[in-house]
């Protein structure tokens, strides 16, 4: 294993952990899914006017759900980081303090959110009993997928985060010893390229659509984010030298990430004209695009000097994200009870935004970050403030 670069092998735990950049990248992946369901709501399409034809920056909107494979991305960033130092003869991570700050950052808030939903849409007491296999995140298998939709649009997610939670401590082992890392990264990789080449599998629908969505399937996010780790643990401070006398920093920078955004935009383009399902079912590999686009952005936004830095990194958008855990699993609920008290609208009848639907957007917007930032402040910062005493 190469060694780190000397600088960053010697900053404080603290900082290499806490990088305000990735909390503001934060904010802008809860904008878009946030911005991609409510738009949904408001014009009829929830996410389905397919076989229609948008522009590269509408399809970040109606290809929205992109925003949870940056949170994927993010999340491999910052927890591989202690492991890829371990693998590379720093201080080994003890797994048992891992494992309960992971507890301590996700599972208060989930049960929370999960109890509360079941108990607003149970009939009886055997429904009760259909939060079960969320809590303890069996509902990655279809035969304990209880239908508690459509609140439940988003758990899926978690399931899958605690899927890369339990593999990653295996990274410093798989490092150290090649051998058994390579023939490890062959067989995943195989998986995956079996998965995403769109052949039929001997399941149903409903196992093939979790599976496409478990790790494994979401491995080129997970994958982007580790090697991204990596580079800037090993390559950070030659690059920012690089880039401090380069064409980058004279505007360059930002020419390169607008260059990024916009070529991802066509891309989801096309995602959004196909419709995420078909995409899914018939185009997975979609997914290595989006992972390397989403690693892109956010090396430009930890290391290049951008002019236009302000746009992204600045309190509004880190208030965001420090509250988009709370957003990401309180919005749906917010939005289905905010428009169960409106008349239902035909999307055929849509004729294009008007100024009314911006403003319910933005109202709308308020409202989930209002009750996010109480969330933040009663539920899961107690919890973070345990977490922080069990140090690394």
């Known amino acids: 294993m190469p060694q780190l670069a000397p600088d960053l092998m010697q900053r404080p735990q603290s900082t290499a952990r806490y990088l305000p950049e990735l909390e503001c990248l934060r904010g802008i992946a809860i904008a878009l899914v946030f911005v991609y369901h409510a738009a949904g709501f408001i014009d009829g399409s929830h996410g389905q006017r397919l076989g229609v034809w948008v522009g590269p920056w509408r399809a970040f909107v109606q290809a929205g759900h992109t925003g949870v494979s940056l949170f994927f991305i993010l999340s491999a960033f910052l927890l591989s980081l202690p492991f890829l130092e371990e693998a590379a003869g720093g201080k080994p991570v003890d797994r048992k303090r891992y494992y309960e700050r992971r507890a301590l950052r996700i599972l208060p808030l989930y049960w929370l959110v999960v109890v509360a939903t079941t108990v607003l849409m149970a009939h009886g007491v055997h429904d009760l009993l259909k939060c079960i296999p969320y809590l303890i995140f069996l509902s990655s298998f279809p035969r304990f997928n209880a239908l508690l939709a459509p609140l439940n649009g988003v758990w899926w997610s978690l399931a899958t985060e605690v899927q890369f939670y339990l593999l990653l401590p295996l990274l410093p082992y798989l490092l150290q010893r090649r051998r058994i890392g390579v023939t490890a990264v062959l067989l995943f990789g195989g998986a995956y390229v079996w998965i995403a080449a769109g052949v039929a599998l001997p399941i149903s629908m409903g196992a093939e659509l979790a599976l496409r969505q478990s790790v494994l399937g979401r491995a080129p996010m997970f994958a982007a984010g ?15 030298c690089w880039a401090a006398s380069s064409v980058l920093r004279s505007g360059g920078g930002d020419a390169c990430s607008f260059a990024v955004v916009l070529l991802f935009g066509w891309l989801l383009r096309y995602v959004a004209f196909a419709g995420l399902w078909e995409m899914e079912l018939t185009a997975h590999a ?54 169960g008290l409106l008349p239902p609208r035909d999307q055929r009848t849509f004729a294009g935004w008007e100024a009314q639907d911006f403003a319910i957007l933005a109202a709308l917007a308020l409202g989930t970050t209002a009750i996010a930032a109480l969330s933040y402040h009663f539920v899961e910062k107690p919890f973070l403030v345990r977490k922080a005493r069990l140090g690394r």
């Open 226 to 240: 580790i090697v991204c780790a990596w580079l800037y643990l090993r390559y950070a401070q030659r690059f920012q």
């Open 286 to 339: 979609w997914h290595v695009a989006e992972a390397a686009f989403w690693a892109a952005t956010v090396w430009m936004v930890l290391l290049a000097p951008l002019r236009l830095r302000w746009l992204i990194v600045n309190p509004v958008v880190a208030a965001v994200g420090r509250w988009s855990y709370s957003i990401y699993l309180l919005h749906l609920p917010f939005l289905y009870l905010a428009f």
